[in-house]
């Protein structure tokens, strides 16, 4: 089953939010990078998202501490330091889980 993932993109001031499904964190990514462009990243060169893709190739994003489904990975390029976060955004199945929660005894939806 394929997952979606939310990538949010910051360089300086400037920020970019994309989405790719994949079947788990790996999987996304990998798909993610192959498919970086200037149409779905506009705050990078075409020079910066390769030097994206070189620096990210063998990097692993970490987990954020405290949050479910969240990570967090950087990068150097040209014009400064990328930061990227990665949150696993499956809205179907996290609604799902909100009912459930709503529904059980003293359950509150948020």
Known sequence: MLSTFTFV???GEASSVTQQQGRNLADACQAWLNNLDR???TIL??????ELRDELRDDEPVSL????NAWYVNAIV???HVQIHIVKTD?????????QRAEEPGGQAL
């Open 9 to 11: 993109i910051q360089l």
């Open 39 to 41: 149409g779905n990243v």
């Open 45 to 50: 060169s075409h020079e910066e998202l390769n």
């Open 65 to 68: 501490t405290g949050l479910t």
């Open 78 to 80: 040209k014009s400064g």
């Open 91 to 99: 809205l179907a199945r996290d609604a799902q889980s909100l009912v």
